[in-house]
């Protein structure tokens, strides 16, 4: 993917209009505030800045590392937790959010942590949902873009490290 050219799928300002509808549903939702967001590292770490300050209502911000074995291993469904959260959770409101949900099984396996901790309730918020390799079902609350395959970078996201900071969703081509 060396030769790889980002192609905008969703422009900044095609983002910045879905966030505010995401953050308006969550606003609906918990008009009073008080949810406690979980972050997931490192790629969500724009959606979840520009998410907060859309819903602009008092809440907890806390982040984790996270990442799976995936399903091709002898290790299948195993989490590898880098950094935990270490915001209690129990009787909290939690929104996990994350970049991108592709084979479902980061989110979900760490969805059923948090369900152990004793939120009030969890919600998911994806950026971006990948549907073409999906595993493990996941229940989005609140998405911004759906997409069928192929691999993005911008706006959070990375490939080797390199294109966090796009403004903009591309697609990258030439693999
Ligand atoms: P999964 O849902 O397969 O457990 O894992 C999702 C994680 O895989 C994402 O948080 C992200 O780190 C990585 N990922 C999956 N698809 C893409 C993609 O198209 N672009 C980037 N940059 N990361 C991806």
């Not at 609906?28 to 907060?52: E, H, Q, R």
């Not at 469904?77 to 970049?99: A, N, S, T």
């Not at 980061?106 to 971006?128: D, F, H, K, N």
Request: with cysteine.
């Amino acid at each position: 993917m060396v030769d790889a050219k980002p192609r905008v799928l969703f422009n900044g300002d095609e983002i910045a209009a879905r966030v505010r509808e995401i953050a308006g549903e969550i606003s609906a939702k918990y008009p009073d505030g008080g949810v406690l967001f979980i972050g997931i590292l490192k790629g969500s770490f724009v959606f979840l800045a520009d998410l907060v300050r859309a819903v602009g209502r008092p809440c907890h911000i806390d982040f984790v590392r996270i990442s799976s074995y995936g399903s091709d291993t002898a290790s299948s469904g195993k989490l590898d937790i880098l950094m935990d959260v270490h915001i209690p959770v129990r009787d909290r409101h939690v929104i996990l959010v994350d970049d991108i949900v592709d084979t479902g099984l980061t989110v979900s396996q760490y969805r059923e942590r948090i369900l152990q901790m004793g939120p009030r309730s969890v919600e998911i918020a994806a950026l971006i949902d990948k549907t073409g390799r999906r595993e493990k079902h996941v229940s989005l609350d609140y998405c911004g873009f759906r997409i069928e395959g192929g691999f993005v970078v911008g706006y959070g996201l990375d490939w080797d490290e390199r294109y966090r900071y796009l403004n903009s969703v591309c697609l990258l081509e030439g693999e």
